[in-house]
């Protein structure tokens, strides 16, 4: 029992990261109907700049957090103009495979940036785990926790109550209608690409400095899991990709803890393949391009 | 106030126009007939800047619009309310509203209070998700949601279609009342009989070409509608 | 010929089989990222057919592509209905699933002495049919690009069959396709099948050319990288998603220039390619205007 609750806390934990990576694919595929695969390369960039950031100046948490936003956010828009923006009203391969070839080459850029396997990163936070009785909970994650909280917020706020929201959300439901209301597309889908540039470059921060480590697998990593738990909530959904992430956390924590590590990965893409081929009502049929 | 030329709209090798001329006046109603395929609802897409045209030329109030990206085109005063209705399924009506006052930034209180006064069955559902109101609801939310952008010429891709007889009457009815109140209209219609008796001026359009141009009366009804629906005998 | 160059146009002609299958599912109307996976099965099961069972080479490439063209479909037909993404997030799911399957497979027999075969993570070692007996670099690469050449041909000349002309109906308007009387699912699945038995093919021949395979081997980015070749080289012509690796393996692996910064070189080219030519280099437009020109 003390297993399961320990294992669910770690779950949610993870799954808050997993959240707000699905949170940025959702937002950029709601309104463009395409998936980015330069997201994960994004972050990875953006963290690889904080850190370089750190190795030359040994800049305090808040600059580097800055830093790495601003970082990924420019990666994100430079992707944008070149890779969707021409794409728009055409082919949907076309986009998908250049944001793959640009993926390539932010990869390369950070490892050029920062060529060793490894880097140390600045702790998010110094002290121990909290301990609640059995049940210990990283504060790091805690933090993590509570920044996907503030960003589903703060989102929820953006989307119902400001006009550029409106904008969005029209956009999201019919691009056509939009464009003939006087809503200029392109220039909602560039924000849009810029909010969730910010999200993740927030993100890869948050896990960088939770695991006081960077690694070139970053990219990958954040591509991968923002995909399965942006598919697993129900492609398209904004509080779908919150609950997906949330879930693929769960999932994965269970799993690893009664099947081992292996496991772990192959049950989260087999319940995702299992959703797909059942299709149910709730995974969201909207035409996926 | 609206004058197309030579206006040539392309989907790669198919040309579904070939060269419209047409103008629409100030203050009235003009009406554009035609058989399904002839090319008219590309015609509403163009003017309304969905698609680009190859060639040709769209002036309106004295500037050139054809380049131009659709939300430019509403910034100038047209609005469409196009085939198919096109209502943000998933945003209540009230948010639809807001929607198509988008470019209006704030204060607009009065154009929403103005289309509630107008169709009175949106007011009731003004909370209600539009994807759930019935075909001509959302006929009359499309309407009003074009109208919140104070559009100086308001286009109309087939508003009837799919449309019980008395909702059609209905729309008919506020078109007629969008034209008191200073509105020039370009409409789109199958319905012929209906969309002759309020415009004042009508197009006929086959295969790309405007082939007729006149006012009710110059033909008679019934051929009118025969051309509208099946083209004219020389194929 | 130098070693060097030898061994480049060896693994064009391998990738070539990969891209290839990605081709099809692409004109099929469908993007799949998971390729890879099928390019993995085919190598273990030549590996199994030749170093465990001694069977051999060509029976080893036709149980490749059986297995290849089984498991292409078992994975293909619960996600047939699926379309877009959604399907392409299919195939990535189950090709790292079989990819997590290749990393728990333990199965080693001894011959001659030795102990062989796949064990997990550790790879597959000892695939040596070819170099026991005595096959020269050039011979392989004229079995490989003469295997190659076989499937290129068959499959232009398949599409100009009307089934092929079914197969790019399906992929750009299947609910036409329907309408003309195509079964759609059938077709859908046969092509599914065909790229995998494909794939498995050029894994077969990969596996015997590198002597030794791991998982690692088919993971998610020869699988992108796959499906970018054969948009890049072009949708108009089966020749295209061989230009599409000889671009990327012969120009820049070749020429050695864009040491260090390749990936920024050919990312950016290729981005700026897709915004010129959405369908790749030889696309149907270029194909049907170079065929009118005689």
Redesign the interface.
């Known amino acids: 029992m003390i297993d399961f609750v320990q294992n669910t806390l770690d779950g949610v934990t993870a799954g808050a990261s997993y959240a707000l990576l699905a949170v940025g694919f959702t937002l950029i595929f709601g309104v463009l109907r395409r998936a980015n695969l330069s997201y994960g390369p994004a972050i990875m960039l953006g963290a690889y700049t904080a850190t370089w950031v750190f190795l030359q100046t040994g800049a305090g948490l808040i600059v580097l957090l800055v830093v790495a936003v601003l970082a990924t956010v420019l990666a994100g828009s430079y992707v944008e103009r070149l890779c969707f923006a021409p794409h728009r009203k055409g082919a949907a391969a076309a986009a998908m495979v250049a944001s793959f070839a640009i993926w390539m080459q932010l990869e390369e850029l950070a490892t050029l940036l920062l060529p060793r396997h490894l880097y140390a990163f600045p702790a998010l936070y110094e002290g121990g785990p909290l301990i609640f009785g059995p049940f210990f909970l990283r504060v790091e994650s805690l933090l993590i926790l509570l920044a996907a909280i503030a960003v589903c917020f703060v989102g929820w706020k953006v989307l119902y109550a400001t006009r550029f929201g409106i904008a969005v959300r029209a956009v999201i439901d019919d691009p056509r209608a939009a464009e003939l209301s006087g809503i200029d597309v392109g220039a909602v889908s560039l924000r849009v690409f810029a909010v969730s540039s910010a999200i993740g470059g927030l993100t890869g921060f948050l896990i960088v400095s939770s695991h006081e480590q960077v690694t070139p697998m970053l990219g990958m990593w954040s591509t991968l899991k923002g995909m399965l738990a942006m598919m697993l909530g129900g492609l398209g959904s904004l509080p779908g990709a919150i609950a997906g992430g949330l879930a693929l956390g769960l999932i994965e924590a269970h799993s690893q803890w009664y099947l081992g590590p292996q496991f772990r990965d192959f049950i989260a893409y087999l319940l995702l393949f299992a959703l797909l081929a059942a299709r149910p009502p709730w995974m969201n049929t909207r035409s996926a391009y | 106030m609206l004058s197309v030329r030579e206006l040539v709209t392309a989907y790669g090798k198919i040309e579904a126009l070939r060269g419209v001329s047409l103008e629409v006046t100030q203050g009235s109603i003009t009406c554009l007939l035609g058989p399904n395929g002839a090319g008219k609802t590309t015609l509403m897409m163009t003017i309304?800047?969905?698609l680009k045209p190859r060639s040709g030329s769209i002036r309106f109030s004295e500037n050139e619009i054809a380049a131009l990206?659709?939300?430019a085109i509403?910034?100038r005063g047209i609005?469409?309310v196009?085939e198919n209705r096109?209502?943000?399924?998933?945003?209540t009506v009230l948010?639809n509203l807001?929607?198509?006052a988008?470019?209006r930034?704030?204060g607009f209180d009065d154009d929403i209070e103005r289309a509630f006064t107008r169709f009175p069955r949106l007011k009731e559902r003004a909370a209600q998700l539009a994807g759930t109101l019935s075909g001509g609801e959302q006929q009359m939310l499309a309407v009003a949601?074009?109208l919140?952008?104070r559009p100086k010429l308001l286009l109309m891709d087939e508003p009837s279609l799919g449309l019980a007889p008395l909702v059609v009457e209905e729309i008919f009815t506020i078109i007629a009342e969008l034209h008191r109140d200073g509105v020039t209209i370009f409409l789109v219609e199958q319905n012929a009989h209906m969309a002759l008796k309020v415009a004042h001026r009508f197009y006929l359009m086959e295969q790309g070409r405007v082939t007729f141009s006149g006012d009710p009366g110059s033909l008679a009804e019934d051929e009118v509608i025969r051309r509208a629906y099946l083209g004219s005998s020389k194929s | 010929m130098d070693e060097y160059a030898l061994g480049v146009l060896t693994n064009i002609g391998l990738l070539s089989f990969v891209a290839t299958s990605a081709y099809l599912l692409l004109i099929a109307g469908e993007l799949s990222f998971g390729q890879q996976a099928f390019f993995g099965v085919g190598a273990y099961a030549a590996g199994i057919a030749t170093a465990m069972l001694g069977l051999p080479l060509f029976l080893g490439l036709l149980i490749a592509m059986v297995c290849g063209a089984a498991v292409a479909a078992l994975v293909g037909l619960p996600a047939l209905r699926l379309r877009g993404l959604y399907f392409a997030m299919a195939t990535l799911a189950a090709a790292e699933m079989l990819r997590i399957l290749f990393e728990l497979f333990h199965w080693q027999v001894e011959v001659g002495g030795e102990i062989v075969g796949p064990d997990g993570t550790q790879g597959f070692r000892g695939i040596r049919w070819v170099f026991e007996r005595g096959v020269e670099p050039l011979d392989f690469l004229a079995l490989v690009w003469g295997m190659l050449a076989v499937v290129v041909v068959a499959i232009h000349l398949l599409e100009r069959t009307r089934l092929g002309i079914a197969i790019r109906a399906l992929g750009e308007d299947p609910e036409l396709a329907g309408t003309l009387g195509v079964d759609v699912l059938r077709l859908k699945l046969a092509v599914v099948a065909a790229a995998g038995a494909l794939a498995a093919l050029g894994g077969a021949l990969f596996a015997h050319h590198n002597t030794y395979i791991e998982p690692r081997n088919f993971d998610i980015m020869l699988g992108v990288h796959t499906l970018a070749y054969a948009l890049i080289g072009g949708l108009g012509t089966v020749v295209g998603p061989l230009l599409g690796v000889a671009l990327d393996l012969g120009l820049l692996e070749g020429t050695r220039i864009f040491q260090g910064y390749r990936m920024i070189v050919f990312g950016g080219l290729v981005a700026l390619l897709l915004i010129w030519r959405p369908r790749g280099l030889l696309d149907e437009r270029v194909v049907h205007w170079l065929r009118t020109r005689r």
């Open positions: 309304a800047g969905i990206p659709a939300h509403v910034a609005a469409l196009p096109l209502v943000f399924p998933s945003m948010e807001h929607a198509g988008y470019q930034k704030n949601r074009a919140m952008s």
